[in-house]
């Protein structure tokens, strides 16, 4: 008999983790639309909150049981199954949105008093909630840039005086929206380096940028991945959620603080996603070849002076070992400096037509807008001028339009500079 093949997770997404026996022989999962489910009988009922509350371990096969939406649901469960695939990962958290997801992981793992240290620049959001909230209860924190070497982080993290709390290392590569990577591999070290029996230190990547499909965190040391599912995951520009992948120990800690925080994602977000994940590699590779393209051009543009793509790292450069060895594709996202400032930048993108000029990225439709004035407003101009993020600077998300549609709306546009 032939074994069983190992199917790729493209191949999956239409059926794994789904019994049509168990929903009338339909051949899609339903929305369960439910808020509590029925017990068999009082003592079925006991033995899914003894799973539930962790009161006692999982008979072998045991799976818990359906009690209530709001710790379960066969939507989320079976988004969940299929999310853990494409990153090899031991189980997957679904939630409301990219935000719950990072916060909570961040409160999951990070007590008043220890040490957060992580990349620069972050996600607006993520920057706001470590600056305001965690800064708050007393979480400290401190940035590194991407280029810097082991050496200089060390640096950084001794100058605090507080090396020795270090407890999380949080990192988004490649950076929003300059594209600059990281060496997942070299945090992992960084923690290691200061971890003990009894104190461990986390390395968290978001992976929205490249994930799930060309970047893999967990292979490189990450104890967590977390995604704006929002971006390429949902893919449709119609949904906000996000998503949390892991070990089973990590998971089972930030499932049971989402029970309580109460911020899982609904049956309806759930079925969605899943409906997204079919054609997550179609639509991803079709991104990612129109990208290729549409840096060519702009690097051979005369009114671009500088085009920041992982396609485009130059091969003598200490970027480009770490783009061979942690990425599978150049990716979808760009950005590029239009010869000027503000007003040629501004120029640019009031003249696209097919392009929408909108926040956000990783959908079937190309975005572009302006971070210096949009996403990154927020950010101290000191620091937006360290990271690059210049007034000339437009970010753009390729989507799976037709090429020589693309190509025509960004050169008439370009002609309008
Ligand atoms: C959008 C985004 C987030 C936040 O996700 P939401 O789904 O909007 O809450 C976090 N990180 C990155 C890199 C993002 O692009």
């Known amino acids: 008999m032939k074994s069983k093949k190992n199917f790729r997770p493209e191949s999956l997404m239409m059926s794994y983790g789904y019994k ?8 899609k999962s339903p929305i369960f639309q439910t808020s509590t489910f029925m017990f068999k009988n009082a003592e079925e009922g006991k033995a899914f909150f ?22 379960n649901n066969p939507d989320l469960e079976i988004l969940e199954d299929r999310l853990a695939l494409w990153d090899e990962a031991d189980d997957c958290a679904v939630f409301e949105s990219g935000m719950s997801a990072i916060t909570t992981a961040m409160l999951e793992f990070l007590k008043p008093g220890d040490l957060l240290l992580h990349s620069a620049p972050l996600y607006g959001g993520t920057d706001h909630f470590i600056h305001h909230f965690l800064k708050k209860i007393g979480v400290h924190s401190v940035s590194f840039r991407a280029g810097q070497n082991r050496e200089q982080i060390d640096e950084v993290l001794e100058k605090t005086g507080m090396a020795d709390r270090l407890a999380m290392i949080y990192i988004e590569t490649p950076a929003n929206p300059t594209n600059s990577i990281i060496d997942i591999a070299c945090c992992r070290e960084i923690a290691d380096a200061h971890q003990t029996e009894e104190s461990q230190v986390y390395v968290a990547v978001d992976n929205t ?3 799930p499909l060309w970047q893999h965190p967990l292979k490189h040391g990450a ?14 520009s119609d949904v906000i959620a ?3 992948c892991g070990s089973d120990e990590v998971m089972k800690r930030i499932k049971t603080l989402r029970t309580f925080l109460g911020n899982m994602a609904s049956p309806h977000t759930g079925w969605l996603l899943m409906r997204s994940l079919e054609t997550l590699k179609v639509r991803m590779e079709q991104q990612c070849l129109n990208a290729q393209k549409v840096a060519a051009f702009l690097n051979d543009h005369p009114k671009v002076t500088n085009v920041n793509y992982l396609g485009l790292i130059p091969e003598d450069s200490s970027d480009y070992e770490i783009y061979q060895r942690q990425y599978e594709s150049p990716g979808a996202m760009l950005s590029f400096d239009i010869d000027g400032g503000e007003k040629e930048a501004y120029r640019f993108l009031n003249a696209l037509v097919l392009v929408k000029l909108a926040v956000s990225l990783g959908s079937t439709e190309s975005l572009a807008e302006h971070p210096a004035t949009m996403t990154h407003a927020g950010v101290d101009p000191d620091h937006r001028r360290e990271f690059g993020v210049t007034e000339s600077l437009v970010r ?22």
Do not use: N
């Open 20 to 27: 049509p026996e168990l929903s009338e022989g339909a051949i």
């Open 50 to 71: 003894e799973l539930a509350y962790g009161l006692r371990e999982k008979e072998q096969d045991e799976e818990l049981g359906l009690i209530y939406s709001r710790i």
């Open 209 to 211: 940028y490249m994930g």
């Open 223 to 236: 104890d967590l991945v977390l995604y704006s599912a929002t971006k390429f995951i949902g893919g449709h």
């Open 242 to 244: 996000g998503a949390c």
């Open 396 to 417: 753009l998300s390729v989507g799976i339009e037709f090429i020589d549609d693309l190509l025509w709306d960004l050169e008439q546009a370009l002609e309008k500079v």
